[in-house]
């Protein structure tokens, strides 16, 4: 399926989400996820379906000051 990961669009054989995180080595601990602009909750990461054309962005949370 194509879908557009992180502005990039990709081919995948993945079926859920966190299966598409491992296939592109997406450190998962300290991100979110969003599909087509809604939050996905960590915890239904492996259970969440990704879908042809889906949108999802890995949002990277970093201190400042």
Not at 12 to 22: C, H, R, V, Y
């Amino acid at each position: 399926m194509n879908i557009k990961l992180n502005g990039q669009h990709i081919s995948t054989d993945s079926k859920m989400l966190l299966e598409l995180l491992q296939e592109y080595s997406i450190d998962t601990k300290s991100i979110a996820v969003a599909i087509n602009m809604e939050i996905i909750k960590q915890e239904k990461w492996a259970t969440t379906s990704i879908k042809n054309n889906d949108v999802i962005e890995c949002l990277s949370f970093f201190g400042g000051g």
